[in-house]
């Protein structure tokens, strides 16, 4: 019973990592999914790149990992700026169809790219001394690191939250979310907007690859083999919704370490089923709105 | 979107440059005989994207997850047990993603991550047996092509493939004329999903081996790939990207495979910017403007 107990608490508290990180990662795609309308399948390019910026950071440059953090953030913030003025805003109107192509295309070119600069080995990620370790919590011991992972997206989930919920900054975009026409035509700058917003997201992305490049491989085809847990984090929660994403990627991150840990031989099977059932029951993700 | 072949107003009968790919297959065979095995998966991709132009081009659903069927076909195949579903790109892709699971976990079955060896075909009734320079394997699969191509044909010239059309551009008022949507959407993705498990079976039986890949999100990829590099909705799209992209990929891919992915996907941001008939979307430009007509 003791050692029972013990694995729930370890699954849960895995799980919980493995979740906030997903969440991090996703809540992005969740906005620009809802707010501009856009499929962008690439978004995990996203996080791998932020990935490699902070191994990179750390191992050739000596960078601390706090600055390598933001490093992550900063660096693919800017380049997905770029990216969203040169080629996603074309898009915009563009269909479904043109767009998971477009999106698909980058996937390939950016697997070709890190594959061409990094080799297709996982990158290792040298923590800092304080991050390795236990830490004791209630007379427990936790991986310190994971710790640190659930802490420090909490904070940037709180941060989040107070944005978009209490500043003019969030009332614009929410506004923008519910009905893009009315906020245009009172005076909302829509398009400066939607940069803006793909950029935090992006960012987001960028530092969430960062900080779970040692629970998610850092290596080329990353991009790829975690596309379905981004967007089912994101159909599951439910697009444009920030709460919808956090409860779905804590799902996904629990149920994954559980099956992972009790039901190896059936690999991520119960969670693609479990997917499926979810949408069959609630097309628009367990909180989304009605179409 | 505009160059659909079909519609209501099309004129059905076949015209004399549509034999253009089977005499190009048949001189294919006798000239190159040394390419034959690349010639039948060509000719299987072919078949592949014909059923997916179906669905995408046609009825405008637009799926990741159709490497579910030509997966589930290819395992068929080889272990003879079948199941398939329906629904919207993210339950497609989880759908695929669940077979490739179900593959990869069953390894009495499938043999896992090692793949599926020891398939064993039996001659093409009785009569025709599989000679190891694929000379029978390239007929019959041509043979099958021309099964689907035919099927998939008559099937878009029909008012069927109008009312496909009419669903595409605008499912309300298809509605409001009282069309089934529902069941037509659902009567072409069984029969897409029906052609594409064929190309599967025949993967299985030209190369007497399945592996996992035939599943996975990036074959899905690619495939849609290939068509949208010949062209979207127009039947001979389907043909002629297949062609192009799998000799390229021959050519090309063995030297330069981190090179190979950058052309695939900067091709693929191109087409999507600045050309988005595709091959036959150029060639029809081009032509307009030699005519001097639209």
């Known amino acids: 019973m003791e050692a029972f107990f013990a694995s729930l608490v370890s699954v849960a508290f895995h799980g919980a ?3 906030m990180i997903l969440y991090v990662i996703s809540v992005g795609l969740s906005v620009t999914m809802g707010l501009m309308g856009f499929a962008n399948l690439a978004h995990g390019v996203f996080a791998m790149a932020g990935g490699y910026v902070l191994t990179t950071a750390i191992s050739r440059f000596g960078v601390p990992f706090p600055l390598a953090l933001v490093l992550a953030f900063a660096f693919v913030a800017a380049a997905s700026v770029v990216l969203e003025r040169l080629l996603y805003s074309r898009l915009y109107a563009a269909s479904d169809l043109e767009q998971v192509l477009f999106t698909i295309g980058l996937i390939f070119i ?10 297709t080995l996982q990158q290792p990620v040298a923590l800092p001394d304080y991050l390795k370790g236990q830490f004791p919590l209630l007379g427990r011991d936790f991986p310190a690191y994971r710790v640190f992972i659930i802490v420090f997206s909490a904070v940037m989930v709180a941060l989040l939250w107070f944005g978009v919920e209490r500043t003019r900054w969030g009332a614009m975009v929410r506004a923008t979310v519910d009905n893009r026409a ?14 803006l917003t793909f950029a935090l997201g992006s960012g987001l992305a960028g530092l969430g690859g960062g900080l779970g490049a040692e629970i998610i491989a850092i290596q080329p085809s990353y991009p790829f083999e975690n596309l379905v847990y981004f967007l089912v984090v994101v159909s599951v929660g439910g697009l444009g919704s920030l709460r919808g994403p956090f409860v779905a990627a804590l799902l996904i991150g629990i149920a994954d370490t559980a099956c992972k840990y009790w039901l190896p031989q059936y690999g991520a099977f119960p969670i693609y089923v479990a997917t499926i059932a979810i949408l069959l029951w609630r097309p628009s993700g367990l909180f989304g709105r009605h179409a | 979107m505009s160059a659909h072949a079909g519609g209501y107003s099309a004129d059905p009968r076949i015209r004399w440059i549509e034999s253009l790919p089977w005499i190009v297959a048949i001189v294919a065979f006798f000239a190159l005989p040394e390419y034959l095995s690349l010639g039948a998966r060509i000719l299987i991709y072919i078949l592949y994207a014909l059923s997916l132009d179906l669905i995408v081009g046609y009825a405008g659903i637009i799926t990741l997850g159709h490497s579910a069927y030509f997966g589930l076909g290819a ?21 695929a993603s669940v077979l490739l699971e179900i593959a990869n976990k069953a390894t009495t079955l499938t043999g896992g991550a090692d793949g599926l060896s020891g398939v064993v075909v039996a001659p093409i009734l009785g009569l025709f047996r599989f000679d190891i320079f694929g000379k029978t394997a ?9 099964l689907g191509w035919w099927l998939v044909r008559k099937m878009i ?6 009312s496909l059309t009419g669903v595409r551009e605008n499912s309300l008022r298809m509605h409001a004329i009282g069309a089934p949507v529902y069941w037509r959407l659902v009567l072409v993705y069984t029969l897409s999903a029906t052609i594409a498990g064929a190309a599967g079976g025949l993967i299985t039986q030209t190369n ?37 992209y799998l000799i390229a990929q021959d050519f090309l891919a063995k030297q330069f495979p981190e090179y190979w992915y950058f052309g695939i996907g900067t091709m693929l941001v191109l087409v999507v910017m600045f050309a ?19």
């Open chain 1, 110 to 119: 950016a697997v070709a790219v890190a594959r061409f600069i990094y080799g």
């Open chain 2, 75 to 95: 395992y068929v195949a080889g272990i003879l047990a079948a199941k398939a579903g329906i629904g919207d790109p993210v339950v497609q892709l989880g759908a």
């Open chain 2, 276 to 294: 988005r008939g595709g091959i036959l979307g150029i060639l029809d430009g081009a032509l307009v403007k030699l005519r001097g007509r639209p």
């Open chain 2, 157 to 162: 010239y029909s008012p069927f493939g109008t």
């Open chain 2, 208 to 244: 007497q081996f399945v592996g996992l890949n035939v599943l996975s999100f990036e074959s899905a990829g690619e495939l849609l790939v290939m068509l949208i590099l010949g062209g979207v909705g127009r039947i001979y799209g389907a043909f002629v990207g297949p062609v192009v």
């Open chain 2, 138 to 146: 390239y007929l019959y699969c041509l043979l099958v092509l021309l």
């Open chain 1, 182 to 195: 009315m906020a245009q035509s009172v005076g909302i700058n829509t398009k400066r907007l939607f940069t």
């Open chain 1, 17 to 19: 990592a493995l979740g």
